[in-house]
Each structure stands twice: as C-alpha cells, then as structure tokens.
C-alpha cells in the first residue's frame, strides 16, 4: 500500500512569493496535520484538517492556510515567504478514530531565498 | 511554555544496546511516540506506548514510560549501522492529536 505522498520533493523560491504544497494520505485516512521542521529542530503543528473541516492550528502567521478535499487531499499555502519559512513540510494522516497515530511523508523541501 | 527535551548525541558501537531519553511535558499526554528520521527523509513511526503502561517491547525496540516523572526511554537491543538515524520523541499534550516533538536524539553508530 502506498504511504503518505508529498509533492514536489523540492522547491525553491524567492521572498514574497507564494506557494502550495500538496498532500495525498494514506488510502482510507481521513485526517491530515501539516507540520513544519526547520534544519535542527523537531517537527512543529501547523494544521490538522479532517473531513475538510479545520480541527486545529498552531502558532503560525495567516500568511499559512490549508484546505482539505473531498478525496482526503490537502494543500498547504504560504503567502509572502520569508526567509525563515525554509523548513521541511511534513504532512501526516490518520484513520478515524485513530488520530492520534499518524503516519508521515517524505516532506517538501522548501528553500527561500 | 515548557519543552519536550532530549539529549542532542548519542554514539554507540554496533552491536551494543541504545537507550535514548526524553523528558516530556504534560502528565495528561495520553499516547508517548518514538519516531525516527533518516537523512533527507520523512518520519518514520517506530513504536508508541499508551500512558497507563510502563513497558512496551517490540523486537529489538523497548520502550520505559515513568509517569511520575514523566520520563520516557527507547532501547534499541543489538544497534546495527542501519540505525543510524535522528529519533524523535513527541507527546500528545491532554490527549489532542497535534503532536509536540523534541528536538530529536541524533544516533551514530560505529562499526
């Protein structure tokens, strides 16, 4: 079965711009988080969507948004990057029922210049 | 606020046991996880021990869980090269799902 897919592995862009983030869950997930990881530091919340609805957000800026479609998909959006948004994007999903397991993907590489 | 706290290093000999330690932050975390992440890669879910457990044994892995003092470790039984990894504590404060990480125990093995 295949895991938790991320795209693209890698992206660079420039400060001001925005971008977007995609996320596949495991097949019959129905929850996904977004966390955010920067070089040396544990993985922090960013959101978690289930059923397309907003469950919860961490201490970001609004210039992060995320949305949930109706096959579990997820984007996230960053809006007017900085410097310091370069991170490994990490989204994870669960089963109903069993939020509290929740399996990760590869990540999204992001680097600001 | 407080934070989940682990040490940075751990070296160790092929062969020989691993036992890495994190000190977690709130009392009501129902579930304690042990995660591991290779180099350029994504996290992977290794083991979790529910919070009114004391021991969970999964192969080579073993997991110490003391509430009291909110202490949670992970051995690792016959550590090979393969395991060379960062690993990951996290807690799931009061029972929410966004989890709380630590800043991750870097494992180096020597041959």
């Known amino acids: 079965d295949a895991g938790v897919t991320q795209s693209p592995t890698h992206l660079i862009k420039t400060r001001g711009q925005q971008v977007t983030l995609r996320c596949s869950p495991i097949s019959g997930h129905k929850s996904v988080s977004w966390y955010q990881q920067v070089l040396g530091q544990g993985p922090q919340f960013i959101f978690q969507?289930?059923?397309?609805?907003?469950?919860g957000r961490g201490n970001f800026p609004d210039r992060f948004s995320a949305r949930q479609f109706p096959n579990y998909s997820s984007e996230l959006n960053v809006n007017a990057l900085l410097l310091g948004d370069s991170a490994l994007y990490l989204c994870?999903?669960?089963?109903?029922?069993?939020?509290?397991?929740?399996?990760f993907g590869p990540g999204t590489r992001l680097l600001v210049l | 606020g407080e934070d989940v706290e682990q040490s940075l290093f751990l070296s160790v000999r092929e062969g020989d046991s691993s036992v890495i330690n994190c000190t977690y932050t709130?009392?009501?975390?129902?579930?304690l996880y042990w995660y591991k992440q290779e180099p350029g890669a994504g996290l992977q879910l290794l083991t979790y021990i529910f919070s009114n457990m004391d021991m969970k044994q999964d192969q080579r892995l073993t997991v110490l869980l003391n509430k009291k003092d909110k202490h949670l470790s992970l051995r690792i039984a016959d550590t090979q090269t393969g395991d060379s990894a960062i690993y990951f504590c996290a807690e799931d404060p009061s029972g929410n799902t966004p989890l709380v990480f630590g800043k991750g125990t870097r494992l180096s093995v020597i041959a």
């Open positions: 709130d009392s009501s975390s129902t579930y």
């Open positions: 969507y289930y059923e397309k609805e907003e469950r």
């Open positions: 994870a999903s669960s089963l109903p029922g069993q939020e509290e397991t929740q399996y």
